[in-house]
């Protein structure tokens, strides 16, 4: 407003054209350098943000199943609340056979192979349960073995969901030993 009335319209026109024009050779010379057509850099531009686009979406969707799953295992909220302490909840030692003998009902989420990643495991281990390193350790040591009994089935899919995502395979055996 102020530049407008200083110069005039025609000044003010003039210079946003020359400006817009500028720009316009800046990024043309910029896409012939890539070796690019304006129509190439334009449905590259487009295909970029529709990669943007669905990588968002696809992080928003891990995000929302990891909470899903983090609300069915409610001891990884409080840091103070053990998964000994929930009614239902047992840590299956690693010595013990099986713990559906001792606890009709429920699931044993059971750790198949610790995959490559052993140290994330672990970890996962450590918090889902709230052993030691060196229990945790011991555990995956001697896989396949049972770690953790939980009394439904989202639990035990939040459970498995932790393991597999830090690079292990898990499986759900039920009341009756079966897996699934």
């Known amino acids: 407003m102020v530049i407008e009335r200083a110069l005039g319209l025609r000044y003010v026109v003039a210079f946003s054209v020359l400006a817009a024009g500028a720009f316009v050779l800046i990024t043309t010379r910029q896409v ?7 129509a190439e850099a334009i449905a590259a531009s ?19 199943d990891r909470a899903r799953h983090e609300a069915a295992l409610p001891w990884l909220k409080d840091q103070q609340l053990s998964p000994r302490a929930l009614p239902g909840v047992v840590i299956t030692p690693a010595a013990a056979a099986d713990a559906a003998e001792h ?21 996962q281990l450590r918090r889902l349960t709230r052993l030691s390193f060196a229990e945790a350790k011991d555990l ?14 989202p639990m035990a899919e939040a459970v498995k969901y932790v ?15 079966g897996t699934q």
């Open 163 to 177: 393991l597999e995502s830090a690079g292990a395979t898990a499986s759900i055996t039920g009341p009756a030993g």
């Open 46 to 64: 487009k295909a970029g943000r529709r990669r943007q686009a669905e990588q968002r979406l696809l992080r928003r969707a891990e995000r929302r």
């Open 103 to 123: 606890h009709p009902g429920g699931h044993n989420v059971v750790l198949d192979s610790p995959g490559d990643r052993r140290i994330q495991v672990i970890g």
């Open 140 to 153: 995956v040591d001697t896989a396949p073995v049972p770690v953790i009994w939980v009394p439904d089935m």
């Open 32 to 38: 012939h350098q890539r070796g690019q057509t304006i």
